[in-house]
């Protein structure tokens, strides 16, 4: 049983391998993207190492993360679908430290590199879900959307779900390494706000007023 090896992961997640095989990895996956929170360097690796021992076939894991991965990012691009540019101001423009003219940058940016930010944006903690709603609220053609998700998912989950298989009985190895890629990650997001901040509050100062 899956649930005897999963000693680092939560009991529902080697609940759902456990009763389901590899579809349970699949809806493990899929909540994963729609709360960030949630380990998917615990669950990729732990349906690696479930497939080395035969509890499902390692194609069958990969497949159902990916599609996992791929029914997640798609509900939170209807999120920002139905979201849309009109709500998405109205809420920026009420927000401290935030303009109008910051979200349409952004959504500038979105239009000239979206379908990189996409790829690579399935490869990078937190982005890995919040990439799919400015997708859907600048209404990127669904079949492109649902290609570089495919693609950018895979790649990720083949990865880990990899390194669980050759790891064995050590995969719990692979979440040492992947807690420190968040982190740099997490960081380095965490330096880009404070520094917007830091230059928005500057810009917004007495100083600025007087100058305007």
């Known amino acids: 049983m899956i649930e005897s090896i999963g000693n680092t992961a939560p009991g529902w997640i080697t609940g759902l391998m456990d009763t ?61 679908a139905l979201l849309g540019h009109e709500r998405t101001v109205a809420i920026a423009s009420k927000l401290p430290l935030v303009r109008v003219s910051d979200i349409e940058k952004t959504e500038h940016w979105f239009r000239r590199h979206g379908t990189k930010a996409v790829f690579f944006g399935r490869m990078i903690p937190l982005s890995r879900s919040l990439i799919s709603i400015p997708a859907g609220i600048e209404r990127m053609p669904i079949p492109v959307f649902l290609a570089l998700t495919t693609l950018g998912s895979l790649v990720w989950n083949t990865i880990f779900v990899l390194a669980g298989y050759l790891l064995g009985d050590n995969w719990e190895e692979v979440t040492g390494y992947m807690d420190v890629y968040s982190k740099v990650a997490l960081a380095a997001t965490a330096l880009a706000v404070a520094v917007f901040v830091v230059a928005r509050v500057s810009r917004c100062g007495p100083g600025a007023r007087r100058r305007g």
């Open 20 to 80: 389901l095989g590899a579809p349970g990895a699949g809806v493990a996956i899929a909540a994963e993207n729609l709360f960030p929170p949630l380990p998917s360097e615990v669950i990729l690796p732990l349906a690696g190492f479930a497939s080395a021992r035969g509890s499902m076939h390692l194609a069958s894991a990969l497949a159902w993360t990916t599609l996992g991965s791929v029914s997640g990012a798609l509900a939170l691009y209807g999120v920002g």
